[in-house]
């Protein structure tokens, strides 16, 4: 005689309302339980409760050049077809499979309102940007373009279906409406280092300098300023001094709110060749202009990163991970409100066995969020 489990008697209705007291993270764990749950969990009337669930705060990888290098083609369900994720919080990593998409060599690349963007092989030999919710693997296609831009385009995503591809001479923007992108010139005084969007206005590290000696700015341009080719403008004030002087190779990420973070090693001197003491994390309110230095790695962990030729950086909000060649790790910064400043610690267990050169993306997870 054949048993069932009593709860697979209970009304949908019922088990909608008991699993949508748990959180995002223990409703993924239930659906990973049996078939029964997955269905439960995953339909679209269930899904319509979640809407007040807090985001899934989460640091996703992207995949190493050594495993999207262009001469090798990446099926849909080789190991690599996933997007990896850590959760800081029970500083987990988990996985989410991208095999609901119909694509060849998918390639994460950014994340906005809990929506991933996916550099894809389209039918035409070119390449498409894919928009995707993995949580609940749904997805949508946008026009196709030529391969050079996944090449040498930065993706920069923001709310309302922004979506921009950034070169030096270029900008394609594609804002939701029609079936094609515009193009505009981006006229930047040199290849953009770092690009972030905030809101309406993009932000950017150019070099300024000569062939013998890098002089970084920061530049900026608005939507609409990018629309009619009005150009960047720099951004700067008398009262900044040397600011970008002392950081060797700065970096950009999009920090909380009007705010973003320049992160680059702390040079010893002003010398052309000097060395780094430590990488320093520093914080622009674009509302007053006003920096301040929010962290500075602690110098044993630095001790790795010295010893390294070449390092990463990314993450976004209040956290910023660093990655470099043969560390096997990464170093995380994360920024405590309540205890007011940043807490440094070691990240261990990384997916796959790249060059160690990881790159990677914020990702605020969410059932909602609909491409």
């Known amino acids: 005689m054949e048993t069932t489990c009593l709860i697979h008697h209970l009304p949908q209705d019922s088990l909608h309302q008991i699993f949508s007291s748990l959180s995002i993270r223990e409703i993924l764990i239930c659906r990973s339980l049996s078939k029964f749950f997955n269905q439960i969990l995953t339909s679209s009337s269930f899904i319509n409760l979640l809407s007040l669930k807090p ?34 919080d029970l500083n987990q990593w988990m996985k989410f499979a991208f095999d609901f998409i119909p694509f060849r060599s998918p390639n994460p690349v950014a994340s906005s309102g809990g929506i991933v963007y996916l550099w894809v092989d389209s039918p035409d030999s070119g390449k498409s940007l894919v928009l995707c919710n993995p949580l609940t693997r749904r997805f949508q296609v946008l026009p196709a373009l030529g391969s050079a831009w996944s090449r040498h ?44 969007l905030v809101f309406d206005s993009l932000f950017a590290l150019c070099d300024v300098g000569s062939p013998w000696r890098s002089q970084w700015k920061l530049f900026s341009c608005t939507l609409t300023e990018l629309e009619k080719s009005q150009g960047w403008k720099r951004l700067e004030k008398h009262e900044w001094g040397d600011i970008f002087d002392i950081l060797k190779r ?27 003491s430590t990488i320093l994390i520093l914080r622009l309110d674009l509302e007053t202009l006003e920096w301040d230095e ?31 060649k043969r560390i096997g790790r990464l170093a995380m910064w994360n920024y405590s409100i309540k205890a007011g400043k940043g807490e440094w610690r ?19 997870a969410r059932f909602t969020c609909a491409p």
């Open 250 to 276: 700065p970096r950009l990420i999009r920090g909380n709110g009007n705010r973003i973070l320049m992160v680059g090693g702390l040079k010893s001197s002003f010398s052309l060749n000097a060395s780094c």
């Open 294 to 324: 929010v962290g500075r790695m602690p110098t044993d962990m630095f001790k790795s990163f010295q010893e390294s030729s070449k390092f990463k950086v990314f993450g976004g909000g209040d956290r910023v991970c660093f990655s470099g």
């Open 346 to 364: 070691w990240v261990d267990g990384i997916p796959g066995n790249g060059d160690g050169l990881y790159r990677g993306f914020e990702y605020d």
């Open 153 to 196: 385009g930065t993706v920069l995503v923001g709310p309302v279906d922004r979506v921009l591809v950034l070169t030096e001479l270029a900008c394609l923007y594609f804002n939701g409406v029609g079936d094609s992108w515009q193009k505009f010139s981006s006229n930047l005084v040199s290849k953009p280092r770092s690009p972030i």
């Open 55 to 88: 985001p899934l705060n989460l640091i996703s990888l992207r995949p190493s050049h050594h495993h999207h290098h262009h001469h090798h083609r990446v099926t849909v369900s080789s190991p690599h077809s996933y997007l990896h994720v850590y959760d800081s």
